[in-house]
């Protein structure tokens, strides 16, 4: 059976189109082969002449085929669908004299000859071995003398691939159409769970490329590409399964999928399936855009001035990497800042967008000479770099941690002279009074100057003093969860008199008598500085004292009622929530083992949310961490329900203390405590 198709199939990978075919159902599957077919050869120069040609054709089966050829060179194709394992062609001039023939062993075949006298010619396609359809179709042009018999034009071959890593569709700059539904079920991402069949497209990358690949599918797909190694699941480079793609009247579909990534030179495969064992037919569109050199950049980065810019990464190229941020591995912005004298300096990348990342180098293009580097700050949406530079040429990466970071940046610089210009409490008789329940002290030593230094450190470095007052003794505690610089706490009594130094350190706990404190916050170094944050907390102990001067011991097997209302707040646990948050009232009690033993502790508040914690030491100690959790042997909060709470642990033989809390803030009221020691 033998059937002609009025025109060639629309071409959409980067040629001129062309009218669509119109023809059935199952032809329709060997549509993505012929494009790439097409696209092929298009671009080596030749045009499609004469009609497509369609058949169908049993094992052992041929059928001829007239061809119109002119006296100028021409390349045949033959494509065979499903089921076609050996396709053969050869070509008969109009005495019926072999002319050309392919002799691959392929279900595609293709051969190429330059007539020297126009006229009728036939060609022979063979259905070599299996069964099923094949198309047909003609190009003329090119340069060259006529290949020898059975030479095959091996783009063209790729190009009729199958759509497996064995044989693979050629792939290109703009768009084609598939249905994985003719693929295999052989590979699978790395980003999704994949049992359904794929198709394999081949993509060879020349030089530098920022490669963009949209699936706009019928079904929910999975994208994948690997590099040089086709069926290595080791050697995928990107994978992607939901993005949003297409319009379609229910609006956009986050069943497509998409890759944006910068190509280095070599062959790509790239694999179009589907989430578990869905498949289907989908349009997939490929763009290329050439990525300038990382010396290009350079040539034109812009200049950073004392004002704030603005920028954008939407579009940029990832240019380099860093010693941060992930490596900072997204696209990134190029900038030069010039420092005229040795100074502090203040960078700031601020982004709504993405998660910055900026780093400093000495020399644009090396990044050897890489000086500073940073992806965090106080505020989450920003990166921040402060220290002291030599005067120079220095260029700025506005970067970020993420590698499909797009959007709008800021970029703020400050400089500062080396030795400060002093800021408001800078120095001991300009101390900030802060109050003995700080949760968030906030400041800044960019612009300080060097006043004070401990004996871990802060010698030249800038510093601000604090100062407050207890009026009972106290367990004082202070640490640093966010920074700019690398600060140290200088604790005293006497912010001028060193011999007065208490404590020194990144973190301050210490038992404090009635009186006058000072607390510096220095840099640990010369170049550290820059903006902090601190929690301070001075917790009255007198209470806990006297708590734990009186406390009633439990008896094995013997229930204690008691209530924690008024009791007052004098402990912490590590069950009881944000400890900045945990004012409850609470009670204490004890209970002696001789000997290594395993104890049970039930605690019932049927009105309010207990917590029942057991330590080592009645007391706080320093050092212990804030509020003394570190004393702890257990902790439970909600046993079943919040109204109970229970404790079973094996202890070693010695004296342990429970204290009922409640959970937070405003829970207290009666309970009942049993204690038992299990055998």
Not at 19 to 43: D, S
Not at 334 to 347: K, L
Not at 572 to 590: A, F, I, L, N, Y
Request: charge should be negative; include cysteine; aromatic fraction near 6%.
């Amino acid at each position: 059976m033998l059937r002609k198709l009025g025109a060639p199939l629309l071409v959409l990978a980067g040629v001129a189109p062309i009218a669509a075919a119109c023809h059935a159902t199952r032809a329709g599957e060997l549509e993505p082969r012929y494009v790439a077919v097409h696209n092929t050869l298009a671009a080596m120069g030749l045009a499609e002449v004469g009609p497509i040609q369609q058949g169908s054709l049993a094992e052992g089966r041929d059928a001829r085929l007239r061809l119109d050829l002119g006296a100028q060179c021409t390349t045949i194709v033959a494509i065979g669908g499903p089921g076609v394992r050996d396709l053969d062609v050869a070509l008969l001039d109009p005495d019926d004299k072999p002319v050309a023939h392919d002799t691959t062993t392929e279900p595609q075949a293709t051969l190429r000859a330059c007539p020297e006298s126009a006229g009728r010619y036939t060609l022979v396609v063979k259905m070599a071995a299996g069964a099923g359809e094949f198309m047909a179709a003609t190009w003329t042009g090119g340069a060259g003398a006529p290949p020898a018999s059975g030479t095959a034009a091996p783009s063209a071959l790729a190009a009729a691939g199958t759509g497996t890593c064995e044989s693979p569709l050629l792939l290109g700059p703009g768009a084609t159409t598939g249905n994985t539904r003719r693929g295999e079920a052989e590979q699978a991402g790395g980003c999704a769970s994949s049992e359904s069949k794929e198709l394999v497209y081949k993509l060879d990358i020349t030089r530098r490329q920022r490669v963009t690949i949209e699936v706009d599918p019928q079904f929910d797909s999975v994208l994948y590409v690997r590099k040089d190694e086709c069926a290595e699941a080791e050697s995928e480079v990107a994978c992607n399964d939901d993005a949003t793609a297409g319009s379609g009247k229910r609006g956009p579909s986050s069943r497509g999928s998409r890759i944006d990534e910068v190509f280095e030179p070599g062959t790509y495969y790239v694999f179009v399936d589907g989430y578990g064992s869905e498949a289907g037919p989908f349009r997939m569109n490929v763009q290329t855009a050439d990525v300038p050199t990382l010396a290009d950049a350079c040539r034109q980065m812009r200049p950073l001035g004392s004002a704030k810019i603005a920028g954008t990464l939407t579009g940029a190229f990832d240019h380099a990497h860093a010693s941060c941020g992930a490596d900072a591995k997204g696209p990134d912005a190029i900038h030069r800042f010039d420092v005229g004298t040795r100074a502090r300096v203040r960078i700031t990348e601020h982004s709504a967008d993405f998660t910055p990342a900026l780093h400093v180098r000495k020399q644009c293009a090396d990044e050897h000479s890489e000086i500073a580097c940073a992806d965090s700050a106080l505020k989450s949406d920003e990166a921040v770099w402060s220290g002291l530079l030599d005067p120079g040429t220095y260029t700025l990466f506005a970067d970020s941690a993420d590698k499909d970071a797009r959007g709008s940046y800021t970029i703020d610089t400050e400089l500062g002279p080396e030795a400060g210009s002093g800021v408001r409490g800078d120095s001991c008789g300009d101390a900030t009074v802060i109050s003995l329940n700080e949760k968030n002290v906030e400041g800044d030593t960019f612009l300080a100057k060097d006043d004070i230094a401990g004996k871990c450190g802060g010698q030249g470095a800038p510093d601000v003093v604090y100062r407050f007052e207890l009026t009972r003794r106290s367990r004082v505690t202070a640490q640093i969860p966010s920074q700019e610089g690398n600060h140290v706490f200088v604790l005293t009594r006497s912010c001028a008199d060193r011999s007065a130094e208490l404590a020194c350190g990144p973190v301050i706990d210490e038992m404090l008598a009635p009186g006058v404190y000072y607390l510096g916050v220095d840099g640990a170094a010369a170049d550290a500085l820059g903006r902090f944050a601190f929690n301070f907390l001075a917790r009255d102990v007198t209470g806990q004292e006297s708590a734990c001067r009186s406390v009633p011991t439990l008896v094995d097997g013997k229930t204690v009622t008691a209530s924690t209302a008024g009791a007052g707040d004098r402990f912490t646990t590590s069950c009881g929530g944000r400890e900045d948050s945990q004012s409850s009232p609470d009670r204490v009690h004890k209970f002696v083992l001789g000997s290594r033993a395993r104890v049970r502790l039930l605690l019932s508040t049927p009105a309010w949310d207990g917590v029942l914690a057991v330590r080592k030491s009645c007391m706080d100690a320093p050092g212990s961490s804030a509020g003394g959790t570190r004393l702890e042997a257990a902790c439970n909060n909600d046993f079943q329900d919040s109204h109970h709470a229970k404790i079973e642990a094996t202890l070693d033989a010695g004296t342990y203390w429970v204290v009922v809390d409640g959970h937070q803030a405003k829970n207290e009221g009666a309970y009942t405590l049993e204690y038992r020691v299990l055998k």
